[in-house]
């Protein structure tokens, strides 16, 4: 039991192995994965009734035209051929030809990749240290006005759909108050300040979908690690509260935080759809949404092969973090 | 010989009390969920809702699709919700739409847990191959947010209720799937199940009248777990337009008609009200099933 609140490096030569072979197994999990995802992800985007060219042309267009361009997307060729000729694509970074605007997908998805992060990292930057303050404050006050203020406030935003809470800020911060631009892009060539400040209104509505689970999942670890005997200890080794909180408590709450932390990045991405079509925010999520609309299929399954990326990475890094941060978590020992 | 009275006699009172003991437990369980608080304003909230999504028809006002030439007039006495760009009664649309939400979800959420509990019941009972392979396509489906694999699906089903019923319903599948497994895990080495097993009892019947019914709990827990999301999906799905579609009075569909009219910012009426609807029906739902874990954890 001594010394599990240690947060020294394990030693490498004996740990190292341990770690890069946990590491690799997770991320032959991810390969598969997203092999069956992006079966699925094409499955679904073309074995669709009706036919791809007429649902981009519309009911007007001639025969010959419908079968011209469904030959020119290559859409008439064997589905399997389709398939790998899509998939080889993307992992070279070729995501195809948009059927509704004939661009490069790539060169759509990528600027608006880069909006999606912008607001994500706004979003997170106020919503990690935020949940962790509001955890760990109710977990050392468990059964607290507090504690039950924050939790129940946390549980019920978490619980409530993204654009119902948007609305509401809307009204109250945009229009009544006036404190905040209630349009989400900033105006063409603004400085990195003011486009945060209109990233600000729909990453609050992000931030209260997220704050009440990173906030119960670190006031969970919060009350097992204040009840653990390397707390007492702490304790009656005579360190005072602010020492054994920042020290212990708090550390070792860290780690389950940020697997958790993780698994938003998916939830997020979830959010960011529905707000980014609220807000007409160029985002993935909104490519995605008007992807869906319009039929444009490469479009569609790019994007969303692409969310499926950016998720399974964040958890594998979510699992280098937490066996580098934490010696005690080791693959065989977890098994 | 005296043996085998003693276990005879060991057997017979014990046959008898498992009914008695049965119906103690469930109420004491009752008992519990009576005094908590949680539970209770759940319930009322929820309550509230249900009895709108029957009632709103003989109740309300106003006919909820009847557009008037009195549009976007701020709430009154005549309107007390006031009205929107239709000259639609907002407070009567708001009490009416009660019912595609709550039509809606708890379908979907019948469809997941159902067929979420037998692949459970069978993944977890038989293991091997069929569980690693289910497994890997849970993980894969887990992958993405709700919302994303929904679009993908209703984009290629088309949009209607009964579509938006049956994607959810299999999206909550494996996730249900999931839970339901591994509390058959853990159910799998009791006495009681080897016991059937070696009265040649057959899977099916050992699955469903032995296990099913002693993992009831955590299944009723996952559920309501499961109605609050359908509820968030729903509501989401609705906004983007993959759901109930105009001129119903949802209140997804309502908020999604009229947002765009805020930027004059005198309008909120058209939108608060739903959001509020859609806001206490989610807190109900998780009251519920916060205090039913509560009770079930026990």
């Known amino acids: 039991m001594s010394g599990r609140w240690s947060t020294q490096r394990p030693d490498a030569p004996q740990t190292g192995a341990q770690i890069y072979r946990f590491?690799?197994?997770?991320?032959?999990?991810?390969?598969?994965?997203?092999?069956?995802?992006?079966v699925l992800v094409f499955a679904s985007a073309s074995l669709l009734p009706g036919d791809i060219g007429r649902n981009i042309l519309g009911g007007l267009a001639s025969e010959r035209d419908v079968a011209i361009f469904n030959h020119n997307a290559g859409v008439d060729r064997p589905i399997v051929v389709q398939y790998l000729d899509w998939i080889s694509?993307?992992?070279?970074?070729?995501?195809?030809?948009?059927?509704?605007?004939?661009?490069?997908?790539?060169?759509?998805?990528?600027?608006a990749f880069i909006n999606s992060l912008?607001?994500?990292?706004?979003?997170?930057?106020?919503?990690?240290?935020?949940?962790?303050?509001?955890?760990?404050?109710?977990?050392?006050?468990?059964?607290?006005?507090?504690?039950?203020?924050i939790t129940i406030t946390g549980i019920s935003f978490t619980a409530i759909p993204e654009f119902v809470t948007a609305i509401v800020l809307i009204l109250v911060l945009g229009l009544w108050l006036?404190?905040?631009?209630?349009?989400?892009?900033?105006?063409?060539?603004?400085?990195?300040?003011?486009?945060?400040?209109?990233?600000l209104l729909p990453s609050f509505a992000l931030v209260l979908i997220l704050f009440g689970y990173i906030a119960r999942i670190t006031r969970a670890s919060v009350i097992e690690s204040v009840d653990a005997d390397y707390t007492r200890t702490a304790y009656l080794k005579g360190l005072t509260s602010r020492q054994v909180v920042g020290g212990h408590v708090l550390r070792n709450s860290l780690l389950p935080t940020i697997a958790v932390v993780a698994t938003q990045v998916g939830y997020l991405i979830g959010g960011l759809l529905v707000i980014e079509k609220l807000f007409n925010y160029n985002g993935i999520g909104l490519r995605i949404y008007t992807a869906a609309q319009n039929k444009d299929y490469t479009m569609l399954q790019s994007g969303v092969l692409l969310v499926g990326v950016v998720y399974l990475v964040a958890t594998l890094v979510a699992d280098v973090l937490y066996s580098v941060l934490n010696p005690r978590i080791r693959y065989g020992s977890a098994e | 010989m005296s043996a085998m009275t003693d276990d005879a006699a060991g057997i017979e009172p014990a046959a008898g009390f498992i009914p008695k003991e049965a119906s103690?437990?469930?109420?004491?369980?009752?008992?519990?969920?009576?005094?908590?608080?949680?539970?209770?304003?759940?319930?009322?909230?929820?309550?509230?809702?249900?009895?709108?999504?029957?009632?709103?028809?003989?109740?309300?006002?106003?006919?909820?699709?009847?557009?008037?030439?009195?549009?976007?007039?701020?709430p009154s006495f005549a309107h007390w919700f006031g009205t929107d760009q239709f000259g639609r009664d907002i407070f009567s649309r708001v009490l009416a739409g009660a019912a595609s939400t709550l039509r809606v979800a708890p379908l979907a959420t019948l469809l997941g847990?159902?067929?979420?509990?037998?692949v459970g019941l069978v993944t977890g009972y038989f293991g091997g191959i069929v569980d690693e392979t289910i497994s890997r396509i849970v993980d894969a489906v887990l992958a993405l947010p709700l919302i994303v694999i929904a679009v993908v699906a209703l984009t290629a089903l088309g949009s209607?209720?009964?579509?938006?019923?049956?994607?959810?319903?299999?999206?909550?599948?494996?996730?249900?799937?999931?839970?339901?497994?591994?509390?058959?895990?853990?159910?799998?080495?009791?006495?009681?199940?080897?016991?059937?097993?070696?009265?040649?009892?057959?899977?099916?019947?050992?699955?469903?009248?032995?296990?099913?019914?002693?993992?009831s709990g955590p299944i009723v827990v996952e559920a309501t777990v499961r109605l609050g999301y359908a509820i968030f999906a729903v509501a989401g799905l609705t906004f983007l337009g993959f759901g109930v579609q105009p001129p119903s009075p949802d209140w997804s569909l309502q908020i999604a008609e009229n947002y765009t009219l805020l930027s004059a910012g005198t309008y909120w009426w058209t939108v608060l009200f739903a959001g509020l609807a859609i806001a206490t029906l989610v807190i109900g739902v998780n009251l519920v099933s916060d205090g039913l874990q509560q009770v079930v954890d026990q």
Request: proline residues 5%.
């Open chain 1, 23 to 38: 590491l690799l197994k997770r991320l032959g999990y991810a390969l598969i994965t997203l092999f069956i995802l992006s």
């Open chain 1, 89 to 111: 694509g993307f992992v070279r970074g070729d995501l195809g030809t948009s059927l509704q605007y004939n661009v490069p997908v790539s060169s759509l998805l990528g600027p």
């Open chain 1, 118 to 149: 912008k607001l994500a990292a706004v979003a997170f930057v106020l919503v990690v240290p935020l949940s962790i303050l509001g955890g760990l404050v109710a977990g050392l006050r468990r059964g607290s006005l507090t504690d039950r203020a």
């Open chain 1, 178 to 199: 006036g404190w905040l631009p209630v349009s989400a892009t900033a105006p063409e060539g603004s400085n990195v300040a003011t486009q945060i400040e209109y990233l």
């Open chain 2, 24 to 74: 103690i437990a469930r109420r004491e369980m009752l008992r519990q969920l009576a005094r908590s608080k949680t539970f209770l304003i759940g319930c009322v909230l929820v309550g509230f809702w249900v009895f709108w999504a029957i009632a709103s028809t003989w109740l309300i006002p106003h006919d909820p699709l009847e557009q008037t030439d009195a549009i976007l007039q701020s």
């Open chain 2, 113 to 118: 847990v159902t067929a979420g509990t037998m």
């Open chain 2, 160 to 215: 209607s209720d009964v579509t938006l019923i049956v994607v959810i319903g299999l999206i909550f599948t494996p996730p249900v799937a999931r839970t339901v497994r591994a509390t058959v895990l853990g159910e799998r080495q009791l006495d009681y199940v080897q016991a059937a097993q070696l009265r040649g009892e057959r899977a099916p019947y050992i699955m469903l009248s032995e296990i099913l019914p002693n993992i």
